[in-house]
């Protein structure tokens, strides 16, 4: 075997994390790959050892990686997590055997505007829109330049297919096949009265599409931006455009591994 062949360790801090990381690495190097301190960009695979919350961070603090990444689950739920911690040795034969496929999924980018410039943000699972200290946010919101809504209400998610298990789910989104490259607006508590009136459904649009949300200020001028849980505060924000982007992240899945199978052993 080449015995220059790299693989990325990342993992959370629990003791579980730390003690399962010690394990794969061991195995790892005596089957000759050299486990890199710091996060090697030539390596061929990142493992990440922790929950969903790992697998996000680590995909954005390492800049949306296009080498594969495969995680072990010691965390609570574990959606994007493919391997439990005692299954290690089973997945390293696997590894080794190419008995695996790549599934690659784009995350979301929000290109947030303001006066004076403008900035990117990406989201894997979902970018949320929220209205700062709790105040109702009003919204007008286009898809390809065509009025659609002028929402009222928490805020709005845009959620990926990947992501439309996670926060989209618990606030009534669809569960989306990801085969189905979409993205899905759903709303955050909407308003509907007869002062304000809003789609109660998520709506849902194809991968080229662009979607643009214009606030209106009503009264504060600050917003929530949350990519995959990292929030950040924006003042004045004129206009913010969503769509897939061309970033295509590699996630590892052993050959037999199904979506929906994992999706009734983890909601049902
Ligand atoms: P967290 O608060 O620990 O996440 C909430 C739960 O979402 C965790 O159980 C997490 O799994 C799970 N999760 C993450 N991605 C998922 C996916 N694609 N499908 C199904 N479940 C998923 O925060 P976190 O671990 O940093 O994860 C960030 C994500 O949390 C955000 O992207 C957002 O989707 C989600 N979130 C959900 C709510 C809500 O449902 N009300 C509110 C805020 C954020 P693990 O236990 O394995 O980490
Ligand atoms: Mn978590």
Not at 203 to 221: G, L, N, R
């Amino acid at each position: 075997m080449d015995t220059s062949r790299i693989i990325n360790i990342v993992y959370s801090d629990s003791n579980f994390s730390l003690n399962t990381a010690k394990y794969l690495k061991e195995r790892l190097i005596s089957l000759g790959y050299k486990i890199s301190d710091t996060f090697d960009q030539n390596a061929e695979l990142i493992i990440c050892i922790g929950g969903d919350g790992s697998f996000l961070r680590t995909l954005h603090h390492n800049n949306f990686p296009s080498i594969p990444i495969v995680g072990i689950n010691t965390g609570h739920l574990g959606f994007f997590t493919e391997i439990n911690p005692n299954e290690i040795d089973y997945f390293l034969e696997k590894y080794i055997t190419g008995d695996y496929y790549i599934e690659i999924i784009n995350p979301v980018i929000g290109e947030i505007c303001t006066r004076n410039d403008c900035i990117e943000a990406l989201g894997i699972n979902e970018i949320a829109v929220k209205g700062d200290k709790s105040r109702t946010l009003h919204l007008d919101i286009s898809v390809e330049d065509h009025l659609i809504q002028r929402f009222s209400g928490d805020g709005i998610l845009i959620s990926t297919s990947t992501g439309s298990t996670a926060y989209n789910y618990s606030v009534g989104g669809a569960i989306v096949d990801p085969r189905l490259n979409a993205l899905q607006v759903t709303p955050l508590a909407p308003i509907n009265t007869n002062a304000y009136r809003c789609f109660t459904s998520s709506v849902i649009v194809p991968s080229d599409a662009t979607i643009k949300v214009h606030p209106e200020y009503h009264f504060e001028d600050s917003i929530v931006i949350v990519s995959d849980g990292l929030e950040h505060r924006y003042f004045g924000i004129s206009e913010i455009s969503f769509r897939m982007s061309d970033i295509k992240l590699k996630l590892l899945k052993l050959k037999g591994s199904n979506f929906w199978t994992k999706a009734i052993e983890k909601f049902l």
